[in-house]
Each structure stands twice: as C-alpha cells, then as structure tokens.
C-alpha cells in the first residue's frame, strides 16, 4: 500500500547547478502531475502527465525546467542552471485517469538554491 | 484567471471548539472543490472532495459545503482536537481545458491548543 514517493526529500544545491527530482506515483496511477510550493503559498501547478507524454506543460516557468515519464510510472523533473527564486518544495501527484479521482501527494522535496 | 483565497490566514482554539474555515473562488465554473490538509514537511492529504453537482460531503468530524453560485466553500471541524492542528489547503478544478489542474489557496494555519 505504498503512496506517492519522491526522492530526495531535501536537495540543496549552488546557483548555476543541475538538479533532478524523482517522483514514484502510487502503482497504476496513469496521471502525474508536479506542483511547486513556495513559502507561505499553496501550491502552483507546473505540468500534467496522462501516461507518458506531457499533456499539459503550461505551468513550467521557463526553459529551464523539464520533465519526463518514459515509461508511464516514475516521473523526473529536471531544473538546470538553477536560481535563488527556484528554491520551494516541489510536490508531486498521481490519480486514476477520472477528473473525478483524487490527487494523492508525495511528502515532497525542498530544495534549496544557495 | 482562477483565484482562491483562504480566510482566516491562522487560526488558535483551545481543544473541543468547533470551527469553520472558509474558502472562496472568483470562477464559478469549476469542476471539483477539495480541501487537503498539510503537516509541516509532508505532502497534501485529501481530505473530502465536492463535484460541483453537490452541496456538501462528510467525513468524521468534518464537513465540507460548496455554494457555487457565490464561489465559497467552508470546511466545518467539530470537536477540535490537537491532532487536527496543520494547514488546511482549499483548491478547485476548473472546468474545460485544464481541468486537471488544482488551483490553491494560501492555506489556513489551524492550532488546537491542549
């Protein structure tokens, strides 16, 4: 009965630097989605798996973010060149395929940019 | 541009108070409203989810309502306790294209003291 993993919990990183985020979707969970939450914010979402392909990546700030689900389960979100202003948790999400099925959330990972 | 805004921002009751948290939304056209609770570093847990085609659901000591139509939702806790003390998040789909993405408030930091 595992839920939503990601890994690591805390990632803390120098400006300029790569950074990759995992996240394990409960077992059979065809959507993933990645939120990002900052201090003091709910969370804000970034992009939307349905299977392997982004159906929905409107929520990325800029080019510096990527994500990808290759195979339909574990999704990785990758941050180059990375900024002060990046620094948040980053919440990932997985649900059946349903609009009306719902989200369940990984503990997250902070990172931190120094 | 979907808006969710949580009020009060931070709330302290001694244990055994009822309480309503509220929440509302500048677009009614919404699909689901569901509101989650956060503890401090882990992820979201939902807690009850309301399609628009409902009024209200129950779970526990809890209980959501949805008025739509003037875009409020409150979350009523009976009975507090200390264990419900976390952040309570409120957040909405919208409807039509998108509509899997969750729209946030800021949350409600709740305090239950013993």
């Known amino acids: 009965g595992a839920g939503v993993s990601q890994t690591p919990s805390n990632k803390v990183t120098e400006k300029g630097k790569y950074v990759e985020l995992r996240c394990d979707p409960i077992?059979?969970?065809?959507?993933l989605y990645w939120y990002r939450q900052s201090l003091g914010q709910g969370p804000e979402f970034l992009i939307y798996f349905q299977g392997t392909g982004a159906a929905d990546d409107s929520g990325l700030p800029n080019d510096r973010f990527f994500a990808v689900r290759p195979e339909g389960s574990v999704s990785t979100l990758k941050i180059q060149r990375t900024e002060r202003g990046d620094s948040a948790v980053y919440l990932c999400?997985?649900?059946?395929?349903?609009?009306?099925?719902?989200?369940?959330f990984g503990p997250g990972t902070r990172l931190t940019v120094l | 541009k979907q808006e969710v805004t949580q009020i009060p921002a931070a709330l302290s009751v001694p244990e055994g108070e009822n309480l309503v948290l509220n929440c509302s939304f500048t677009?009614?056209?919404?699909?689901?409203l569901q509101w989650f609770r956060q503890d401090p570093g882990k992820g979201l847990t939902s807690l009850l989810l309301i399609q628009s085609s409902q009024r209200e659901q129950t779970s526990g000591r809890l209980n959501a309502s949805l008025d739509k139509s003037s875009g409020r939702s409150t979350l009523y806790i009976a009975a507090s306790q200390p264990g419900d003390s976390a952040t309570y998040l409120c957040a909405v789909n919208k409807l039509g294209a998108g509509s899997y993405q969750l729209t946030f408030g800021k949350g409600t930091k709740l305090s239950v003291i013993p």
């Open positions: 999400a997985s649900s059946g395929a349903e609009l009306t099925d719902t989200q369940y």
């Open positions: 677009d009614s056209a919404i699909y689901n």
């Open positions: 077992s059979g969970h065809t959507a």
